[in-house]
């Protein structure tokens, strides 16, 4: 008989790919797009997407969202969205792994699936735990990765975390309100993206005031529209 | 006969305390003082340790001062302090590791010890991967651990990231001269501060103005006075 080999996972992140593809699964049955969002600690992503729900509240045709929120500890963010926008928030704790997990890996996600309302949502927002190493290596079965960089973190950041710049398909280039007031050389910056990851997908905004949210927006929109397309 | 019981080593935390140990044991038995210090990416470390060495340099009886610089890839850190400043600089990448470390660790800073000029120095300053979770896991051997926030992360990174500011003895708070530009209130961030680690020292400095620097040279410079007059 023709013996059939299997390939054995190998490693962990093996497993992890494994169960993030059954994730992905899901999510495509379901429908529902899935926006992995990471960052440094305290970049901006909860404020850019607060800016986000605002602008999607107010559409017409405005997509159903919902959000996934990964903390080491503690649900201050999932508290901030909730209290303010009427969208479903699930919390994610990563404390009771091994001395706290610093990223979401895709079996998190999946304990958390009958938490969350697949079918009442058409975008599912995670907000990963604030860390430029170990998020980008875990898939979790997410559409697309978008990162979130504050022009305060200086412009080294894609040399030294090169794996987060690599993954990811649009950078957020956060906090430029702040660009008078730090010797933070944007023209090096891209020069050191471009050399990590050439030609992604870039955008400059403020959380803060409100400049390059419309085109964030406008990004987020399109990655809905790009999937409704293909279904 | 009486039988003598050992507690089998259980963990991966486990076998890095029993390394810290050993390393430790080393960096005493040379007489070296060592810091660990820890933030979020691009929080300043690297500017406030230019800063710390330049102060130093001037000094009548100057400390004798080695860097070891933790990086996922790289060594721009590391060639920055060694361009300008006459110490010895010795860079651990992590990358090899598990698709890159996200920390150091005690047996990595073990593995660079014969890289160290130990007899040479009196005060070693580590600076570990930027990250707020696992550095806080893993102790390396060190005598003192530094901890680096910068303002514009925001006030509520000690809630988020308990582990961390729980097991520093100062937090340098960074930046400040950004605060007339932010919406930062520091007397939050202080009391999320106390309530993860009630009473822990703390000053707030500018390495880019240097503000506060003074209070920061002293704070190093008591830390190996203290440990001159233990030996």
Redo the contacts between chains.
């Keep these: 008989m023709h013996v059939r080999r299997v390939r054995v996972v190998q490693?962990?992140?093996d497993a992890n790919a494994t169960i993030a593809r059954a994730n992905r699964a899901d999510f495509d049955r379901a429908g529902v797009v899935v926006i992995n969002f990471m960052s440094?600690?305290?970049a901006g992503k909860t404020t850019l997407l607060e800016r986000l729900l605002e602008r999607l509240e107010t559409l017409p045709d405005s997509p159903r969202v919902g959000v996934l929120e990964g903390?080491?500890?503690?649900s201050?963010d999932a508290d901030r969205l909730a209290r303010f926008h009427d969208v479903p928030v699930t919390q994610i704790n990563t404390d009771p792994g091994?001395?706290?997990?610093?990223h979401l890996d895709a079996n998190m996600v999946r304990s958390a699936l009958p938490s969350l309302p697949l079918t009442e949502i058409d975008l599912l927002l995670v907000e990963n735990?604030?860390?430029?190493?170990?998020p980008a290596?875990f898939r979790i079965g997410e559409d697309h990765r978008v990162m979130v960089c504050?022009v305060?973190?200086?412009e080294?950041?894609p040399?030294?975390?090169?794996?987060m710049f690599r993954t990811c398909e649009l950078v957020a280039i956060n906090?430029i309100?702040?660009l008078p007031?730090?010797?933070f050389a944007m023209d090096q910056f891209e020069r050191n993206l471009d050399a990590v990851h050439p030609g992604v997908e870039r955008m400059r905004v403020s959380a803060?005031t409100g400049e390059g949210v419309d085109a964030w927006v406008s990004w987020i929109l399109g990655a809905l529209e790009r999937q409704r397309v293909r279904a």
Excluded: W
């Excluded at 903390?71 to 503690?74: A, E, K, L, N």
């Excluded at 040399?159 to 794996?163: E, F, R, S, T, V």
């Design positions: 490693d962990v992140l440094a600690p305290g903390d080491v500890q503690g201050l091994f001395g706290g997990e610093c735990v604030g860390n430029l190493v170990c290596e504050a305060t973190e200086g080294d950041k040399i030294k975390y090169p794996l906090k309100d702040l007031h730090l010797d803060r």
